[in-house]
């Protein structure tokens, strides 16, 4: 029955006082409105091995599915000082959800069933219209090791 769920894979990293959680989602919901966002990440994007931001611009291919509009994903728009509105995302390690982004996956993962990992298949209910609306913060609060062991890093799923 919760309406705003707190998701956190085990390689985050705490930056700043995750205390600053709640007053982000009290800014996010005043500026977009509370059923304006789905996702909203703790911190600006994946990093690199040298601590640089590497930005999403794509969707991974799937069998069954393909986007109504890719350019959808490249989307990157900073809407205040403490946020800009994505269209994609590698990673999850640290993100709030809404019930509207968890019943949006879960509607998508009933149609088309898991491909891909989970942070590489909840991007795509943008793809099929149904205005995925994610944020990721500017200044991190949370975020994830740099150089963590990823299982995408080498992943079991792939033939060998």
């Known amino acids: 029955g919760y309406e705003t769920i707190w998701v956190m894979e085990d390689d985050i990293e705490v930056i700043r006082s995750p205390m600053l959680i709640s007053d982000y989602i009290d800014k996010l919901d005043a500026l977009v409105g509370k059923g304006g966002w789905d996702i909203l990440f703790t911190d600006r994007d994946m990093k690199t091995k040298t601590g640089e931001y590497h930005p999403c611009y794509w969707h991974a291919k799937r069998p069954n599915f393909t986007p109504w509009n890719s350019a959808i994903f490249a989307q990157r728009e900073t809407v ?3 946020f800009q509105k994505i269209g994609a ?3 999850s390690h640290s ?4 019930r509207s982004g968890m019943e949006k996956i879960l509607d998508f993962i009933k149609v088309y069933r898991i491909f891909f990992p989970y942070d590489m298949d909840f991007i795509f209910p943008a793809g099929i219209d149904w205005d995925m609306q994610m944020y990721t913060l500017l200044d991190d609060v949370m975020s994830h090791q740099i150089d963590s062991i990823s299982d995408n890093g080498g992943p079991s799923y792939l033939p060998k």
């Not at 993100?95 to 809404?98: D, G, H, S």
């Open 80 to 82: 205040s000082p403490d």
């Open 89 to 91: 995302r590698w990673g």
């Open 95 to 98: 993100m709030i959800l809404r």
